[in-house]
């Protein structure tokens, strides 16, 4: 059974750091995507890696100050958050695609304060 279960959000203040983990069972070695859900937006991408973790993606709105990596010993998958800004306050879910179906964990929540 694929799942993917997020942790490490919380409450943060501006300029803070996080560093969200998505924890894997049922699958290996598929891509991974971090996304998120602002209130009152729509969800919206925010970084991917491949499966061996050498060709990462970033939004243009994290780009430069969120790191995404791997390891694939236990399978998970993590995303480092510096420099946080109120605009990044949202739920967090981490997403693959195996055998035709999209999975998503359950979110963690980021809120970052001014």
């Known amino acids: 059974q694929v799942q993917l279960v997020e942790s490490g959000g919380g409450p943060v203040q501006a300029g803070g750091s996080l560093r969200l983990s998505c924890a894997c069972a049922g699958f290996r070695d598929y891509i991974i995507g971090w996304f998120r859900r602002a209130p009152g937006k729509e969800r919206e991408f925010v970084a991917s890696?491949?499966?061996?973790?050498?060709?990462?993606y970033y939004s243009d709105s994290v780009k430069g100050r969120f790191t995404i990596s791997r390891d694939n010993a236990k399978n998970t998958v993590y995303l480092q958050m510096n420099s946080l800004k109120p605009e990044d306050t949202a739920v967090y879910y981490c997403?693959?695609?195996?055998?035709?179906?999209?999975?998503w964990g359950q979110g963690t929540r980021v809120t970052v304060s001014s």
């Open positions: 890696i491949s499966t061996n973790g050498r060709a990462t």
């Open positions: 997403n693959t695609y195996v055998s035709t179906t999209n999975y």
